[in-house]
C-alpha cells in the first residue's frame, strides 16, 4: 500500500514495463519460425526479412526507454527488482539478445557473435544474481510461484543454439546442463503449487504457456549439440512440449475470458518455440503429420502475434500500457480460488 506522503511519477515512461521484452522474445520466434518455412518453400524470404527489420528496431526502442527509466527513474527500477512477476523478466532483455543474435547471423556473423556473447554473459549474471536471491530469500510465498520463474534459470537452454555458431560444444552443453536441471526443479515446484495451492491470478493465467518452452527449446538446443540425431531424448523434450500445447489448447475458452494486460505475450515465445520444433521434427522425419502441426501452429502465431500487436497499440494509445505493478498478494483471496 502506497503511503500518502510518496509521490507518484506523473512521467508515464516511469512505468515502462520490463515485461514488453517478452514481446521481443515473441517477435523473435515468429521471424526465426518464418526463417525456416522460407528454407522448406512454404514463404518467401522477405517475409522474414521485413519481421526481422521490425523486431530489431523495437529491441532498440525498447532498450533506449528502459535505459531512460533506469537513469531517470531508479526508484521505480526498484519497484521492477522488488516486484515477485516483474523481476523474471529482466533475463528477457538477455533471451532476446541470444535470440536476435541468430536472427542477425544471416545478413552479419561478426556482429551477431558480439550480440550472442553479450547475451550469454548478461543472461549468466542474471541467472546467478536471481538464483541466489532465491535461496536467500527473505520475502518470496509459494503465492508468488508461477511459470514467469522459469525465465531466468530455464532461459539457459537457449543459449546453445549459437554456441554451435559462436563457440563450442562443451559451452553450450554447460547452459544446456544448467537450464535442464533446473526445468525439471522448477516444473514440479510450478506443478505442487498450481495443484496444492490457490489458482494463478487471471492476470498470470497466460504465464501457463511458458511451460511449452523449456521442452521445445530443449529439443532444438539439444539437436544443435549432438549434431541433429534424434534419438529417443530428442523425442521425449519433444512429445512433452506437445503435450503441453494441447493440455493449455484445451483450455482456450479459460484464456479467451481473460482481459488484455502484457502477460498475454507470454502466449507468443511458446508458441513459437513448439512451432520450431515442430518444423524441425518434419524435417527430421519426413512425416506429414509434422508439416501439417507446423502450418497450423505458424498461422496461428501469425494471428497470435497480430492481434497482440493491435492490442499493445491500443494500450498504448489510451495511455494505459505504462501503469505501476499491481499489488501481488501474500495469501490469496477467496475469489482468486
Known amino acids: ?13 516511469a512505468y515502462f514495463p520490463i515485461n514488453l521484452f517478452g514481446a521481443v522474445m515473441g517477435f523473435s520466434g515468429l521471424s526465426l519460425g518464418l526463417l525456416k518455412a522460407s528454407q522448406l518453400g512454404w ?20 532498450t533506449g526507454l528502459y535505459l531512460f527509466k533506469m537513469l531517470k527513474f531508479p526508484s521505480e527500477l526498484k519497484h521492477d527488482i522488488e516486484h515477485p512477476v516483474a523481476v523474471n523478466f529482466f533475463p ?33 549474471t542474471l541467472t546467478v544474481v536471481l538464483l541466489s536471491s532465491w535461496m536467500h530469500h527473505e520475502k518470496w510465498q509459494i503465492t508468488h510461484m508461477n511459470p514467469a520463474w522459469f525465465i531466468p534459470v530455464v532461459g539457459n537452454i537457449v543459449v546453445p543454439l549459437g554456441a554451435v555458431h559462436f563457440s563450442n560444444l562443451e559451452l553450450g552443453w554447460f547452459f544446456f546442463s ?15 503449487r498450481m495443484f496444492f495451492h490457490a489458482p ?10 511458458i511451460l511449452i518452452a523449456p ?9 544443435a549439440l549432438n549434431g541433429g540425431v534424434l534419438d529417443a531424448f530428442a523425442r521425449i523434450l519433444y ?25 498475454w505475450w507470454a502466449y507468443s515465445f511458446p508458441i513459437a518455440a513448439i512451432t520450431l520444433a515442430s518444423m524441425t521434427m518434419f524435417i527430421l522425419s519426413q512425416l506429414t503429420v509434422f508439416a501439417v502441426i507446423s502450418a497450423a501452429l505458424l498461422g496461428a502465431l501469425i494471428v497470435l502475434i497480430t492481434l497482440l500487436s493491435v492490442k499493445t497499440l491500443i494500450a498504448v494509445k489510451h495511455g494505459t500500457l505504462c501503469k505501476p505493478h499491481p499489488v501481488m498478494p501474500t495469501k490469496p483471496s477467496a475469489s482468486d480460488k
Request: proline share 6%; charged share 5%.
Open 1 to 13: 500500500m502506497q503511503s500518502n506522503n510518496v509521490v507518484m511519477p506523473t512521467n508515464r515512461l
Open 43 to 62: 514463404l518467401p524470404s522477405t517475409l522474414f526479412i521485413s519481421l526481422s527489420t521490425l523486431t530489431i528496431l523495437l529491441f532498440g526502442l525498447f
Open 92 to 124: 528477457a532483455f538477455s533471451i532476446s539478445l541470444l535470440l536476435l543474435s541468430l536472427i542477425v547471423n544471416e545478413f552479419a556473423s561478426p556482429i551477431a557473435a558480439i550480440m550472442w556473447y553479450m547475451g550469454m554473459i548478461f543472461h549468466l
Open 178 to 192: 544448467i537450464g535442464l536441471v533446473f526445468w525439471i526443479v522448477l516444473f514440479a515446484i510450478v506443478m505442487y
Open 200 to 209: 494463478l491470478l487471471k492476470i498470470l493465467e497466460p504465464t501457463l504457456f
Open 215 to 223: 521442452p521445445a527449446i530443449g529439443f532444438l538446443s539439444y539437436l
Open 239 to 263: 512429445y512433452t512440449a506437445l503435450f503441453m500445447t494441447l493440455l493449455l489448447m484445451a483450455q482456450l475458452p479459460r484464456f479467451i475470458k481473460i482481459p488484455y494486460a502484457l502477460s
